[in-house]
């Protein structure tokens, strides 16, 4: 019988080019634990390796288990430690290079991801999105059958934004794209279970923020229009473990920052 998420350190196979190894690190931030997703063509003996996930060893040679050690590249889709950390024990043990946007994170001779780039290896295609909002380096990774979507939709919930401006008009951008591109694609997460289709996913996320942006004005209308992150959090998300408070305030920043623009 084939393994069902969550499954820690089993190879678990969801499209005919994509398996997942989970990661060991549960949390309220990260879920079930970080997906690692590797990718490999039917003719192909080598991998890619999308986000090696936290600086755990075990995690670290599961993968190279899995893979045999043959990973021709690995991609990073946003520079949150629970993503990266594993990159240098997983270039010690492999050699693979590493791409992502963040130049910090590159390893071997490589050059930054860019939007709309076409990656052809190990017997896939991959076409590099950007869709900032959860960060600003943050990029999804759409291959022929799926859509790899890092933190910017995941399997179970809705992510948080980062509270730099112009945040929350990017992240819309971004779900529209994957909107439109994601449609009769499986929905690869990194974090939570994948879905055989990206759209519903991506619509709900898009039917939340709106509704949330609602919450919002209204609570604007109660404290005041220059009420502060915090005053709204404690408004809108009355109803949330207060321990999820201050991811809550970063997303809230980036709602009142595109209302106050939408006034100017």
């Known amino acids: 019988m084939a393994s069902e998420h969550p499954a820690y350190g089993q190879v678990r196979q969801v499209t005919s080019t994509a398996s997942v190894l989970l990661a060991d690190n549960p949390g309220q931030m990260t879920l079930d634990g970080t997906n690692t997703w590797l990718l490999r063509g039917s003719d192909s003996d080598s991998y890619v390796v999308v986000d090696p996930g936290p600086r755990d060893k075990k995690h670290t040679a599961a993968i ?8 021709a590249l690995t991609l990073i889709t946003h520079h949150h430690h629970d993503h990266t950390g594993g990159i240098d024990h997983l270039v010690k043990a492999t050699g693979t290079p590493v791409r992502s946007v963040d130049p910090a994170y590159l390893r071997g001779a ?7 780039e076409v990656i052809e290896v190990a017997g896939v295609g991959i076409t590099v999105l950007g869709t900032a909002g959860h960060t600003s380096d943050s990029v999804s990774l759409l291959l022929d059958d799926a859509v790899l979507t890092g933190d910017t939709v995941l399997g ?8 730099a401006p112009g945040a929350l008009a990017n992240f819309l951008a971004s779900l529209e794209k994957l909107r439109e591109l994601g449609e009769g694609k499986a929905l690869l997460p990194a974090h939570g279970p994948d879905h055989p289709d990206a759209v519903p996913v991506v619509q709900y996320y898009l039917d939340h923020r709106r509704e949330r942006l609602d919450q919002v004005r209204a609570a604007l209308v109660e404290l005041g ?8 959090v404690r408004k809108v998300y009355a109803d949330v473990d207060k321990r999820l408070w201050p991811a809550a305030r970063s997303s809230v920043q980036a709602q009142l920052e595109y209302l106050r623009a939408e006034q100017n």
Request: no cysteine; charged share 20%.
């Open 64 to 71: 190279v288990e899995a893979t045999g050690g043959r990973i």
């Open 110 to 116: 490589v050059v930054p991801l860019a939007d709309g």
């Open 156 to 163: 179970r919930g809705t992510t948080v934004l980062e509270s």
């Open 225 to 232: 229009s220059e009420a502060g992150a915090l005053a709204v």
